[in-house]
């Protein structure tokens, strides 16, 4: 009898639906080879729960996703709701699933296919070997201080956002960078603005405490438009990138575009509850429902999934060096650039990977 692991599957919207098929049937061709099953939970969020009931998560929908085993998530964001209040647009869910779950750690793993070295807009001298990792705080910062919104005072709008951490939240954070940090190269980047800021301020001299927890794990700070630039400049000098919410949407973002495309990249959110894997990519509602979309992503979510909360790493690596094949046959999909390749489309890319894991993962070394 298989043990059984209960997977709340939230597609979204735009693409989401798209690359989520191609998860499924992942999870369900994998049920033929390991002892793992799943019962496969599906839900609204975003913009089609806004459709359906008028509010981007049920509570509901997030009380189901407190009892399983772990969150997969395809993409959320529709243009239709841009003029909602922020309560009701459908990045909300994100932040509401985030907080509800105590998903405090987010973890972005960025490394450069061999295939694809010459597709980043990045000479290849640049981008040659880059493997970081970021680790953002997910639960903090501007995206859930207080106060915040929209006033009017003497005749004119006004609006506030407030950045606020707290010691523990900085602790938590820091420490899970140099775990992961030990588990690498040992070397731990620290994002911040403590030239100007004093939530900076709190932020480096916490992390400096941490730190004396890891003496094995050397330590460097770097302010963000700095990092920004080295990202560019540099990024083979980084290892682990450690910041908060605000600057590691936005790093994090800027560096899944060095391997050549964000459909690629996927992520991690951990901490006190229910863990949720999504692709660092959004909605992408303009080529949602032309076969187009990159499922490469998603799939490795569900590696980091296997990884992370099933403790089956062979699996993930099964998966990893099943898409790292393909690509290198010179399969896909129309984000990504192959000189000589032959582009196809989601469902395609997605039975050749879903194949090729098959195999890799019934060799010998896998299955000892």
């Known amino acids: 009898m298989h ?13 989401g639906p798209e690359v989520m098929a191609q998860g499924i049937k992942l999870l369900n061709k994998l049920e033929e080879y390991i002892e793992i099953g799943f019962d496969l939970d599906e839900h ?3 913009g089609a729960a806004l459709k359906a009931y008028g509010v981007p998560l ?6 189901s996703c407190k009892q399983a085993s772990a969150v997969l998530l395809g993409a959320v964001g529709s243009p239709e709701f841009d003029d909602n209040p922020p309560d009701l647009r459908p990045e909300r869910a994100l932040l509401d699933l985030r907080a509800g779950l105590g998903c405090f750690c987010n973890l972005r793993p960025i490394h450069l296919y061999k295939a694809l070295i010459d597709s980043s807009t990045l000479k290849r001298e640049v981008i040659a070997d880059i493997d970081l990792l970021v680790v953002r705080e997910l639960t903090g910062g501007l995206y859930f201080g207080k106060p915040a919104g929209f006033e009017t005072a ?3 709008r006004t609006a506030v956002n407030t950045m606020t951490y707290s010691e523990a939240e900085i602790q938590r954070i820091a420490r899970k960078a140099f ?3 030990r588990l690498r190269r040992r070397k731990v980047t620290s994002v911040d603005k403590a030239n100007v800021l004093a939530v900076s301020q709190l932020w480096r001299s916490v992390v400096e405490d941490v730190a004396k927890e890891f003496p094995d794990v050397q330590l460097e700070h770097m302010l963000v438009d700095n990092c920004a630039m080295q990202l560019i400049r540099n990024p083979r000098q980084f290892d682990v990138i450690l910041t908060e919410n605000m600057f590691g949407d936005i790093l994090s973002d800027e560096a899944s575009m060095l391997p050549g495309s964000i459909g690629l990249l996927p992520s991690a959110s951990l901490g006190d509850g229910t863990p949720i894997y999504e692709p660092v990519h959004g909605s992408a509602p303009d080529i949602a429902g032309k076969g187009l979309a990159n499922p490469i992503a998603l799939l490795n979510s569900i590696a980091m999934m296997f990884r992370y909360t099933f403790s089956r790493p062979l699996v993930a690596l099964a998966i990893e060096e099943a898409i790292s094949t393909i690509l290198l046959r010179g399969y896909h999909t129309a984000d990504m650039k192959l000189e000589g390749g032959k582009q196809v489309g989601s469902e395609e ?5 879903i194949s090729e894991i098959i195999q890799e993962y019934s060799r010998p070394f896998m299955t000892a």
Request: hydrophobic share 40%.
């Open 3 to 15: 043990k059984k692991e209960r997977i709340v599957i939230l597609a979204g919207d735009g693409i």
């Open 44 to 46: 609204l969020v975003g």
């Open 58 to 63: 049920k509570p509901e929908t997030l009380e």
């Open 154 to 156: 003497n005749g004119e």
């Open 179 to 181: 775990e992961f940090a």
């Open 349 to 353: 890319i997605g039975d050749l990977i």
